[in-house]
């Protein structure tokens, strides 16, 4: 199993929600990671976490909150959205951090009204 | 600052080569990536290079010169479902932290 799974694949919300994305990988890797990409754009890293522990947090706003709950599973907490924070949100994985290939997930499209 | 550039877009017609250049001004320096990115896909792993040279897979090639800062991406015997986004990515620490130049969309002709 050489996959990466995320849900929901689309999401709509207004700047007042919360919500939650969902990222899971059972290749046994200890590194996963958080990427914004917005259209036509390269994917800008945001956070790394690694054995479970946060590694780097890339000055995110705090309106984001990762979690990484135990190895397979990581999760990005949104509150008090803005409209330019819509965009593809991707988790990768990686078997150490620093390890060369990160396998990325089809990614989250989120849109925030 | 971090630079990575590469060109925006490049056409070519099926069963040609095409080579995609990358060059880079970096804080660090460990490793250059090249993935593919189909539209609305994530990005999957092409190749590395860390060592100065060539690095060869099937149709896929890439070389590296530190020296120089500069990377290609070669793509033999083109075919259409080679269409696709092209990013080279610079790590730049000994850690996970990936910087990606902004991508070369390959528009690939019958």
């Known amino acids: 199993d050489t996959e990466v799974t995320q849900t929901p694949k689309h999401l709509v919300m207004g700047m007042t929600n919360k919500k939650s994305l969902k990222c899971e990988q059972h290749?046994?890797?200890?590194?996963m990671y958080w990427y914004k990409q917005k259209a036509k754009k390269p994917p800008e890293l945001m956070f790394v976490?690694?054995?479970?522990?946060?590694?780097i947090n890339e000055s995110v706003p705090s309106r984001f909150s990762p979690e990484c709950p135990n190895s397979s599973l990581l999760n990005l907490h949104l509150h008090a959205l803005q409209p330019e924070d819509s965009a593809l949100y991707l988790c990768?994985?990686?078997?150490?951090?620093?390890?060369?290939?990160?396998?990325f997930g089809p990614g989250t499209r989120l849109t925030v009204t | 600052g971090q630079n990575i550039d590469q060109p925006t877009e490049m056409t070519a017609t099926e069963g040609a080569i095409v080579q995609i250049n990358c060059t880079y001004q970096t804080s660090g320096f460990n490793g250059l990536f090249w993935y593919q990115q189909h539209a609305g896909e994530a990005p999957t792993f092409l190749s590395y290079?860390?060592?100065?040279g060539l690095e060869e897979k099937g149709r896929f090639s890439s070389f590296l010169s530190r020296s120089k800062g500069y990377s290609y991406l070669l793509l033999k015997e083109l075919q259409m479902k080679d269409s696709a986004s092209y990013l080279c990515a610079v790590r730049t620490d000994s850690w996970g932290k990936l910087q990606f130049g902004a991508g070369t969309q390959v528009v690939v002709t019958p």
């Open positions: 290749m046994g890797h200890r590194a």
């Open positions: 990768a994985s990686s078997q150490e951090e620093g390890a060369y290939e990160q396998y």
């Open positions: 290079n860390v060592l100065d």
């Open positions: 976490y690694s054995y479970e522990k946060l590694s």
